[in-house]
C-alpha cells in the first residue's frame, strides 16, 4: 500500500513540473504565437489574402512601425527602472519640427539639423530628469505635463500648419530598401539591438532593473539612484530625438500632431511586450513584438474597410488588458517567491 502511494506521489510530483514548464512556455511565446496566427489569418484565410502579402503592404508595416518602435524603445529605458516617460512622443515632436524647419526654412545642411533636432530632445529629457530626481516629483504627472505642454508649444509655433519644403531627396532616402527591406526597418533593428545590450548586457542595464525591482534595496547597495533615473531619461529623449528625425524623413513633412499620435500605439506595445518573453517585467524583444502586434491588427482591419474607430478601440483594449495581464503575472510571480521564501 505505501508502495502504491509512493508510486503515485512521484507521478503527481512529475506532472508538476511538466505543467509548470507548459504554462512557462505559454506567457513567454503566447504573444508570439497570436501574432503568427493573426498573419495567417488575414494573409490566407481572410477576403484580404491577395493583398495582405503584397509586397507594398509588407513593406509599409514594417517601415511605418519604426517610429512607433523607437518611442517605446524610449519608454522601455525608463520604465525597466520602475518610471514612466509618457513625454517621449511629444519629446519626438520636437525633434521631427525641429528639423523640418531647420532644413525647408533655413536651408541647413542634413547633418547639422540632424544633430540640432536630436540635441534639443535630448535637453527635453534633461528636463523631465531633472524635475524628477531633483524635485522627487511623480514621473507620470510630470511627463504628462510635459506632453501637454511640448503639444501646446509645438502647435503654437507652427500654428497648426504642416511644415513643407524639405528636400525630396531625403523622401527618397526614407522609401528605399536596403536587402529589399525598408530602410526604416533596418534603423529600427539597429537601435532595438543597441537599447537590449544597453539594458541587459551592462552594469547601468543592470542597476536599472535593480532600481526597479526594489528602489530603497539599490540606493542600500550602492547604487546612485538619481544619478541612474537621470541618464535614463536623456537616452529616452535620446532615442525619441531619432524618432522625430526618421519621422520627418519618412513624411518629408512635419507637423504638431504626427509625432504625439504614436504615443498609444507605442504604450500599447510596451504593456505587450510585458506580457511576453519575460512576462511582468518591460523588455526589449516583447515590446517589438508588441509592436507589430498591434500593427498587424489594425492593417488587417483597415484592408478588410473597417471603420477608424475601431482602431482606437483596438488600440485602447489591447492597452488595458495588457496592464491588466501584466500586473497580475507580476502578482503571482510575488506570490510563488512569497511561498517558495516561507518554504
Do not use: C
Not at 512622443?89 to 544633430?115: D, E, R, Y
Not at 498591434?294 to 477608424?308: D, I, K, M, P, R
Amino acid at each position: 500500500m505505501s508502495e502504491t502511494l509512493v508510486m503515485v506521489g512521484k507521478k503527481h510530483k512529475g506532472r508538476a513540473p511538466r505543467r509548470r514548464s507548459a504554462i512557462t512556455f505559454a506567457e513567454r511565446y503566447g504573444l508570439a504565437g497570436l501574432l503568427v496566427v493573426m498573419i495567417l489569418i488575414f494573409g490566407l484565410f481572410a477576403p484580404t489574402s491577395t493583398l495582405f502579402f503584397s509586397g507594398p503592404n509588407i513593406q509599409n508595416i514594417l517601415a511605418n512601425q519604426s517610429v512607433t518602435g523607437l518611442i517605446a524603445l524610449a519608454m522601455i529605458i525608463t520604465l525597466v527602472a520602475g518610471y514612466f516617460d509618457i513625454s517621449v512622443a511629444a519629446i519626438a515632436g520636437i525633434s521631427s519640427v525641429t528639423m523640418a524647419s531647420l532644413l525647408a526654412t533655413n536651408q541647413v545642411p542634413l547633418v547639422v539639423a540632424i544633430l540640432i533636432s536630436v540635441l534639443f530632445a535630448v535637453v527635453a529629457g534633461a528636463i523631465n530628469a531633472a524635475l524628477i530626481t531633483s524635485l522627487d516629483l511623480d514621473p507620470f504627472i510630470v511627463t504628462l505635463g510635459t506632453y501637454v505642454l511640448i503639444n501646446g508649444i509645438l502647435l503654437a509655433y507652427t500654428g497648426g500648419r504642416v511644415i513643407q519644403g524639405v528636400p525630396p531627396e531625403i523622401g527618397e532616402w526614407g522609401a528605399g530598401q536596403w536587402l529589399g527591406i525598408a530602410r526604416p526597418f533596418w534603423l529600427l533593428v539597429i537601435a532595438a539591438a543597441l537599447v537590449w545590450y544597453l539594458l541587459n548586457q551592462t552594469p547601468f542595464g543592470r542597476r536599472l532593473a535593480a532600481i526597479g525591482s526594489n528602489r530603497n534595496a539599490a540606493g542600500l547597495a550602492g547604487i546612485g539612484v538619481k544619478g541612474h533615473i537621470f541618464i535614463a531619461y536623456v537616452l529616452g529623449g535620446l532615442v525619441a530625438g531619432f524618432a522625430g528625425v526618421l519621422l520627418t524623413v519618412r513624411s518629408g513633412s512635419a507637423d504638431a500632431a504626427s509625432a504625439p499620435s504614436f504615443l498609444f500605439p507605442a504604450l500599447a506595445a510596451v504593456f505587450l511586450g510585458q506580457t511576453t518573453i519575460k512576462p511582468g517585467y518591460p523588455n526589449v524583444i516583447g515590446t517589438m513584438i508588441g509592436v507589430f502586434f498591434v500593427a498587424v491588427a489594425v492593417n488587417g482591419f483597415t484592408l478588410l474597410g473597417a471603420q477608424n474607430w475601431i482602431t482606437q478601440v483596438f488600440n485602447g483594449g489591447v492597452l488595458v488588458l495588457a496592464v491588466v495581464f501584466s500586473k497580475v503575472m507580476v502578482r503571482m510571480r510575488d506570490r510563488a517567491a512569497a511561498k517558495f521564501a516561507s518554504a
